[in-house]
């Protein structure tokens, strides 16, 4: 009988309940919070879900020394955390959307561009607020990349600055990226008149394919040259579009875009999600990152809608632009530029900024690559 | 034509040949430190004390050098061979090694055949016998127990000075040991930041200031060539709704699809009839109706044989 209850107490011991703490109990909430709010209300179910479930898996609690946990070396989470800790999913979710995003907008209107490196505004904005808060210039550069609203550029980069702080940055990132309806549209109305709203933009031109290949070697080859660190990102990222656009590489590009960007997403979000354990993720430092990431975005979003209000002093007749564009200057594909369609519908449904807006969306990723690759320069 | 493809070659090939390519390969390693009498310093595995000759590796990634060879004659580069065989023979990314020098090699890879002297050269050979990789002198003043070393200089710590009698640090790292990391120095010297966000922001700008411009350089030109001897003339869509109607239709498709769906219809949709003309996207196949007959009636009775 004795020796029954010895088993059973052992047995317990090794159980989740045993070893169970509120911290973990709250993580495990999050995690559920995640979900819920992924499959109810769809906000970026793709990243939102395996985040959520990472969370739970991360935290259920358990007798150190299985070698299961994602940070005990060996384990099969921990082999499968490399990608994230070594910084080489990102550039591969890089490559998927390089060959599925049409560069065309931007193409047809590269002055756009520039809204696209307006918004990176929010980044070094972040940056100074962080370093103002006490943080060591990589960590504050790690913290300051979620305000390019790219999740991968942002694990990719606190994975090479601040290893230690990446689950929450990239949690972080991720999550705002979800909000971004949310997050953007009262700056857009705080800071625009209804005379702006209402400005009608030209059609753009149409892009033929010689363009569409010429762009994506001509933009890497600029700005690799200028930033050679940001090499992973816009490597991938041109490489992937040259795939798509060459018209020869059909079954790469399709393998890049597919199954390749679904299996890293699916990888990416599940072990960034694992690596939020109670004990390294729940901490004041977490609540200051989730903080500055919110106001990375705020500045991101007021420094694009900003920037178009005052370029626009200098533009003449229909080369004005709709300052409910600029938002969309940060690299949250399709999700911002879907703002400003929303919005500018709002208060005139018959004119369609999506197209417009697609321009600086995508110039916004080249910008925050290039934005990571100066951080990473400069603090790596 | 042909002439233009041949210049552009012939840029390229030039641009190829100006650029300073580097690769981690034996090339990349440096004789950093010697010292030649070695009284109270290093010793080796058998408790001797010998003179030693440090090889680092000025890349960022594991070189071999088995096969290589060390001399101190100019004469004669083969002088000591480095075992080809001895798969231990790899340098870590700027990490180093040490040869003791005592004159015989019998003692192991890490041993070689000939003792240094003060005013000769030494060389590190490449496995071909005859390329010499690099070189250090040894001064003839150079005093007991220092060393002459090389130190590195500059930002990318890929150049070196000379130093002689210096403090022996074999198997270190010549340079400065207790060296700051970026972030420690940018905390030092832009404590506030701003500096850094000011050249940060700047080159942003910058790049992307540059692409604009050279597309739309790229798009006028391109537009020309278009336009020019009305070879290719854009065709309007015949029936097609307006670029508004396409876009609500997007937006009606958000609901049924998905965002990314809705914006992909939006932008093809309106760039399809706002430049009415379809562009040559890629995997696009349009199908038009031509009349076969295949399905026409009369063509599946029987024919009857006329009387």
Redesign the interface.
């Known amino acids: 009988m004795e020796t029954i209850i010895d088993s059973l107490v052992q047995f317990w011991n090794f159980t989740g309940f045993a070893n169970a703490s509120w911290q973990n109990l709250v993580m495990i909430l999050i995690g559920i919070i995640f979900i819920t709010i992924a499959i109810w209300k769809e906000w970026e179910p793709l990243l939102l879900v395996p985040i959520g479930f990472g969370m739970i898996i991360g935290n259920i609690p358990m007798f150190p020394g299985l070698n299961i946990g994602i940070y005990e070396d060996g384990s099969v989470l921990n082999t499968l955390y490399q990608g994230v800790k070594q910084g080489w999913y990102p550039p591969l979710i890089f490559l998927g959307i390089g060959a599925m995003t049409?560069f065309?907008?931007?193409?047809?209107q590269?002055?756009l561009?520039?809204i696209?490196?307006?918004a990176?505004?929010g980044i070094?904005g972040a940056?100074?607020l962080a370093?103002l808060l006490g943080f060591?210039?990589?960590q504050?550069g790690a913290i300051g990349i979620i305000g390019g609203a790219d999740g991968p550029t942002a694990i990719f980069l606190s994975s090479q600055?601040a290893p230690d702080l990446m689950g929450a940055i990239a949690v972080s990132a991720y999550s705002y990226m979800a909000l971004v309806p949310v997050i953007q549209r009262p700056i857009m109305l705080a800071l625009t008149t209804k005379k702006e709203r209402l400005i009608r933009m030209p059609?753009?031109?149409?892009?033929?394919?010689?363009?569409k290949i010429?762009?994506p070697v001509?933009?890497f080859l600029?700005?690799a040259f200028?930033?050679p660190s940001g090499l992973p990102l816009l490597g991938m990222l041109f490489f992937g579009n040259l795939l798509?656009?060459s018209?020869v590489t059909?079954r790469l590009a399709e393998t890049a875009r597919g199954p390749l960007i679904d299996v890293v997403t699916t990888l990416i979000g599940l072990t960034v999600g694992a690596s939020t354990q109670a004990d390294k993720f729940l901490s004041a430092t977490s609540i200051k990152i989730f903080g500055l990431g919110l106001l990375s975005f705020v500045i991101a979003t007021t420094s694009g809608v900003l920037f178009v209000k005052f370029w626009n002093l200098f533009l003449k007749g229909n080369r004005k632009i709709n300052p409910l564009i600029g938002n969309a200057g940060v690299s949250a594909v399709?999700?911002s530029?879907?703002v400003s369609?929303v919005v500018g519908r709002e208060f005139d449904p018959?004119n369609?900024l999506?197209?417009h807006a697609?321009g600086p969306n995508v110039?916004g990723v080249?910008?925050s690559a290039?934005?990571a690759g100066?951080?990473l320069g400069?603090?790596? | 034509m042909k002439r233009n493809r041949l210049i552009l070659a012939a840029l390229l090939l030039a641009a190829t040949a100006a650029l300073p390519l580097r690769a981690q390969n034996p090339t990349d390693l440096r004789i950093s430190e010697i010292l030649v009498e070695n009284t109270k310093g290093l010793t080796d595995d058998y408790g001797e004390r010998n003179g030693w000759i440090e090889v680092f590796n000025n890349s960022n990634g594991t070189v071999r050098f088995a096969g290589c060879y060390l001399s101190d004659d100019p004469a004669d580069l083969k002088k000591y061979h480095i075992p080809s065989t001895d798969r231990s023979t790899a340098v870590g990314p700027r990490q180093s090694v040490v040869f003791y020098a005592g004159g015989d090699a019998s003692k192991g890879t890490y041993y070689t055949n000939f003792k240094l002297r003060r005013g000769t050269t030494v060389y590190l050979v490449s496995n071909d016998g005859r390329t010499v990789i690099d070189c250090l002198e040894i001064p003839a003043n150079l005093e007991a127990d220092k060393s002459v070393m090389k130190v590195p200089v500059g930002i990318k710590a890929m150049d070196f000075q000379v130093k002689e009698n210096a403090v022996p640090t074999p198997g270190a790292y010549n340079g400065d040991v207790d060296a700051k990391?970026?972030?420690?120095i940018?905390?030092e010297k832009?404590?506030?930041?701003?500096v850094?966000?000011l050249?940060?922001?700047s080159?942003?700008?910058?790049?992307?200031?540059?692409?604009?411009?050279?597309?739309?350089w790229?798009?006028k030109t391109?537009?020309r060539m278009?336009d020019g001897g009305g070879k290719k003339k854009r065709r309007k869509a015949a029936g097609a709704p307006s670029?508004?109607v396409a876009?609500a239709i997007?937006m009606a498709l958000d609901q049924e699809l998905g965002?990314?769906t809705?914006?992909?219809i939006?932008?093809a949709l309106?760039?399809y009839l706002?430049?009415a003309?379809h562009?040559?996207?890629?995997?696009r196949l349009t199908i038009r109706h031509a009349a076969s007959g295949w399905n026409n009636k009369v063509l599946n009775f029987r024919q009857l044989p006329k009387k």
């Open positions: 049409d065309s907008a931007l193409i047809s590269p002055r561009l520039l696209g490196a307006a990176q505004v070094f940056y100074l370093l060591d210039p990589n504050a600055l059609a753009p031109r149409a892009v033929s394919q010689k363009e010429i762009f001509v933009g600029l700005t200028i930033v798509k656009e018209g059909r399709p999700d530029a879907r369609e018959s369609h999506l197209m697609m110039a080249i910008g290039v934005a100066i951080l400069f603090l790596g | 990391t970026k972030s420690q940018m905390k832009d404590p506030t930041g701003l850094l966000v050249i940060s922001v080159t942003v700008f910058l790049s992307l200031t540059i692409l604009a411009f050279v597309f739309g790229i798009g391109s537009q278009l670029p508004e876009t997007a965002g990314e809705y914006a992909a939006a932008l309106h760039q706002a430049s003309c562009d040559t996207e890629t995997y």
